[in-house]
């Protein structure tokens, strides 16, 4: 049996991925951007990305660095890993902006 149903964090009933985030192809293109190829807040807007998009998921991306950290070093499935390969300062609240 197949189940069928929009992806979900399941935290809350009813809560869907797609309620607080952009499609799957939008996050997945911003987040090769940012992560991967080490592009700017600006450089991805450039590429016609929605600013609104683009801060959101940047926002997330650094806010949760911390919970990188925590855990070991995972395997790195791309020429570019969080860990050794991303430097993001995470202690006194430090961000790039805002």
């Known amino acids: 049996e197949v189940i069928n149903r929009p992806p979900s964090a399941e935290l809350e009933p009813g809560q869907l991925d797609q309620d607080s985030l952009p499609d799957y192809d939008t996050l997945d293109a911003i987040l090769e951007l940012y992560v991967e190829r080490?592009?700017?807040?600006?450089?991805?807007?450039?590429?016609?990305?929605?600013?609104?998009?683009?801060k959101r998921v940047l926002r997330l991306v650094d806010l949760n660095e911390y919970k990188r950290r925590q855990g070991p070093i995972g395997?790195?499935?791309?020429q570019r890993?969080?860990?050794?390969?991303?430097?993001?300062?995470?202690?006194n609240g430090w961000s790039l902006g805002e």
């Open 38 to 54: 080490d592009f700017s807040f600006e450089s991805i807007v450039e590429k016609g990305f929605l600013e609104a998009d683009v």
């Open 75 to 78: 395997v790195r499935l791309t």
């Open 81 to 91: 890993g969080f860990g050794r390969d991303r430097r993001y300062p995470i202690t």
